[in-house]
Nanobody, 126 residues
Framework: QLQLAESGGGQAQAGDSLRLSCVLSNRRFTNYAMGWFRQAPGKEREFVAGISWSGGSTYYSQFAEDRFTISRDNAQSTAYLQMNSLKPADTAVYYC???????????????????WGQGTQVTVSP
């Protein structure tokens, strides 16, 4: 069974940086597109960033542009989300997700991902 484990969340002040990690227990990590989503209390789970199996293509939500960077290290079966210039509005539980990559993969769609981690809390104070 494919398992995803997020880490790197925690408390931060506005303007700080955090790097989230997602380790996959999978022998064919390079076959998966990866995504990061987040969910704040009382809100829907929303797309943050996505990356293709090779790492050659990346996708971001508007709020993540210029502040967040998604990357992956296939040799370590790990995906990352580098978050800079954090704002209180970034406070949420962040989830790592994986889906079998294909040519028309819709990175922003939750339904494309069939494997999800348990989430890691990010709390940003003013």
């Amino acid at each position: 069974q494919l398992q995803l484990a997020e880490s790197g969340g925690g408390q931060a002040q506005a303007g700080d940086s955090l790097r989230l990690s997602c380790v996959l227990s999978n022998r064919r990590f390079t076959n998966y597109a990866m995504g990061w989503f987040r969910q704040a209390p009382g809100k829907e789970r929303e797309f943050v960033a996505g990356i293709s199996w090779s790492g050659g293509s990346t996708y971001y939500s508007q709020f993540a542009e210029d502040r967040f960077t998604i990357s992956r290290d296939n040799a370590q079966s790990t995906a990352y989300l580098q978050m800079n210039s954090l704002k209180p509005a970034d406070t949420a539980v962040y989830y790592c997700a994986a889906g079998r990559n294909h040519g028309s993969f819709q990175y922003r769609a939750r339904s494309e991902y069939d494997h999800w981690g348990q989430g890691t809390q990010v709390t940003v104070s003013p």
